[in-house]
């Protein structure tokens, strides 16, 4: 009777759900946005439907595959009346639907539209109820499946809407019960067809009132792909606007729910819709909920029957070889964070099955794992990883969430061995770690260390094993490393441009090296400082008055090319660092470096003959060293070239690779035996 209900509601123009009826606002225009990977024939279809029951709506279309993708421009070509944005790689579902939106007109209404769903009438009901107020998003009903309502584990039309999210649901979900309970409170599907839904609804078809996208927001681009609309409803209800399922078939969509046991590319979509599951569990009920779907639905995953013999028909790529697990935090834009991708990639390459295990979140860095490397989110406490049986290792870094996991997967077999990379600075007045992180990484089998100097600043105050291993970072590709042509500083066009590139933080000392620079008024430079963190408004504002049109604070940089394309010498005036990348991407570039002497830096500079050393670290060395450089442009060019021949010879990523895979089969032929003085 209330399904009814609501429909006589729809037809007279009312809302049974809503406050009392206000004027419905005039008809906006509406904007249909799809974005595209890989679905060059379903895009087609998609596009036809659209031009029968939407003619004359302006259309937008995000090819989201990337350069090189068959067949792409001649879509294009085929329907010249679609706006088209062609994307030169693959950024995430979320990212091009808001680069989408900025494409569009600012008061038109949006169509989200997949690619494989092809639309079966005009949406009437659909765009009446978007334009009633305070309404956020509706979807009509979606053809999906059989469509048979009177089977109780069948798929019905209504289904696009679903109940609040909550922990039990997800599982139950991940379990692939949820058609099956759907007359229960333990499934996220609702038993009869509703008009006002409580959780979401699916973004197959969904249309968005523009006044809601505006005033809450875009998509979160945390979430790559899955996931983007749930979140994005979920943040409109809770500002007060309303999600409606319209009572007409607007759509047929094809099910393409992602399948472990497809291709590598498969898997990871299936990787990704499990993640960002309980990445919108973390962001409704925190974050301990989302470890526990991530821990639940891990163990799902090794006792189904389907999996269980997935798994086992799995082959690995060399059986030979140790499979690899490599631990990180999250994968954000950090030096740590990229030395992991890359030697994940680089292992990868070599024939290794390569886990990366993410225990917070995943991040940006995502976008450039290989689809055949496995990427996973998991709680540190849960460490049972799907990985072949047989010999395998973990690398993990110096934190305490890695070297809990590390410690207790290590526990779950025999033939399994553990290496800590650490990337922390060391601390120069006392131990570097608590004593139980300490405690916790004397259990590993290897420690590796970026440089002899760190390994000794390291245990100077600490006794952190007798095992281990010098590795340093490599940033750059032999194969992609050119000698490039080379630099002269700009002599003809003074003032000499310094830059410092750094996550804006005290003990980066960007003050240090702009005091430094006061007493050097009378010589002719520009400083450009690129970056951010949590102290740069209190350190920009140390800046002298009389400096500001010298000091150019640039903020963030999209990597290191935009910042260092300009650069006559890097200064790294840093008081703590362990092995700071930047000095190998100007060095790659064959741009002088001048940083201070600490931990690793005077191993990486040859102590002086491949850049400037300056130690110890104060205001006074800084500026005579500064002074000499700006005087002697001149010389410049010469220490760049000798950093250039230093990085190419020690600091590529093959060369990194090589060390660890070095120290792998170290552990693995001597079972984690402890010799004394074991270095590489």
Excluded at 384 to 412: H, K, M, Q, Y
Excluded at 490 to 501: C, E, G, K
């Amino acid at each position: 009777m209330a399904r009814e209900l609501d429909r006589a509601y729809l037809r007279r123009g009312h809302d049974p759900t809503g406050p009392p009826a206000h004027p419905t606002r005039t008809a906006p225009a509406l904007s249909v946005l799809i974005v595209t990977y890989k679905s060059n024939a379903l895009v087609e279809k998609c596009l036809s439907a659209v031009a029968t029951h939407l003619p004359g709506r302006s259309v937008h279309v995000y090819e989201n595959t990337g350069d090189g993708h068959p067949g792409r421009e001649d879509l294009a070509a085929r329907h010249p009346d679609v706006n088209w944005v062609m994307g030169s790689v693959n950024i995430g579902y979320a990212a091009a639907v808001n680069a989408l939106v900025d494409h569009t007109p600012p008061d038109t209404d949006l169509l989200f539209l997949n690619p494989d769903a092809t639309l079966l009438g005009p949406l009437t009901k659909t765009l009446a109820l978007i334009r009633r107020p305070g309404v956020a998003a509706v979807s009509p009903l979606i053809k999906e499946g059989d469509g048979d309502p009177a089977a109780p584990g069948r798929n019905t039309d209504w289904d696009v809407a679903r109940r609040k999210v909550n922990l039990l649901r997800a599982l139950v979900d991940t379990a692939g019960y949820s058609a099956r309970l759907r007359r229960t409170p333990l499934s996220y599907r609702y038993a009869r067809q509703p008009f006002a839904v409580e959780g979401y609804v699916g973004g197959a078809c969904l249309a968005v009132n523009r006044d809601a996208w505006n005033a809450i927001g875009p998509f979160d681009e945390e979430f790559f792909l899955y996931g983007e609309e749930t979140d994005w409803q979920y943040r409109a209800r809770s500002a007060g606007w309303r999600i409606l399922l319209a009572d007409e078939v607007g759509a047929e969509h094809s099910d393409h729910t992602p399948r472990a046991d497809g291709d590598s590319e498969g898997r990871r979509n299936q990787d990704l819709l499990r993640t960002n599951s309980a990445l919108i569990l973390e962001h409704q009920r925190g974050v301990h909920r989302a470890d526990a779907y991530l821990a639940g639905s891990a163990l799902l995953e090794r006792v189904q029957r389907s999996t269980r013999e997935l798994r086992r028909s799995r082959p690995a790529p060399h059986p030979d070889r140790p499979a690899v697990i490599i631990t990180s935090n999250r994968l954000v834009y950090g030096g740590a964070e990229r030395q992991k991708a890359l030697l994940a990639t680089e292992l990868d390459k070599r024939g290794y099955q390569v886990t990366l295990v993410c225990l917070q979140r995943y991040g940006p860095l995502l976008r450039e794992i290989p689809h055949s490397i496995r990427v996973l989110r998991h709680p540190w406490w849960a460490p049972s990883i799907e990985i072949n049986s047989g010999p395998a290792v973990v690398i993990s870094g110096d934190t305490n969430t890695e070297a809990g996991f590390s410690a207790l997967w290590r526990r779950l077999g025999p033939d399994r061995r553990w290496l800590v990379a650490a990337h922390t600075p060391p601390d120069p007045g006392g131990p570097t770690y608590s004593l139980a992180l300490g405690a916790a990484m004397r259990q590993a089998d290897g420690f590796i260390a970026l440089a002899e100097k760190h390994w000794e600043e390291l245990t100077a105050y600490q006794n952190l094993g007798d095992r281990w291993f010098s590795v340093p970072n490599g940033v750059i590709s032999s194969v992609a490393l050119r000698d490039p042509v080379a630099r002269s500083p700009r002599i003809d066009r003074r003032p000499l441009q310094l830059v410092m590139l750094s996550r804006i933080v005290a003990h980066k000392n960007p003050h240090l090296l702009i005091e430094a620079l006061d007493g050097l008024r009378e010589l002719s430079w520009e400083l450009s400082i690129f970056g951010d963190g949590p102290d740069r408004e209190r350190l920009e504002a140390l800046t002298p008055r009389e400096l500001r049109h010298r000091v150019h604070w640039r903020g963030w940089s999209a990597g290191p090319e935009p910042a260092l394309a300009d650069c006559d010498l890097l200064c790294v005036p840093s008081r703590s660092e362990a092995f700071p990348l930047v000095i190998l991407e100007a060095m790659a570039r064959q741009i002088p470096v001048a940083a201070s002497g600490v931990c690793a830096v005077p191993e990486m500079l040859a102590h002086g003959e491949a850049g400037v050393v300056v130690d110890p670290v104060s205001v006074a060395n800084w500026r005579s060293t500064l002074a000499r450089c700006i005087n002697e442009p001149d010389g410049l060019p010469g220490i760049g070239r000798r950093g250039f021949e230093r990085m190419r010879a020690n600091y590529t990523i093959e060369v990194m690779a090589d060390a660890y895979v070095a120290a792998i089969e170290s552990v693995q032929a001597n079972q984690g035996v402890v010799r004394a003085g074991a270095r590489r």
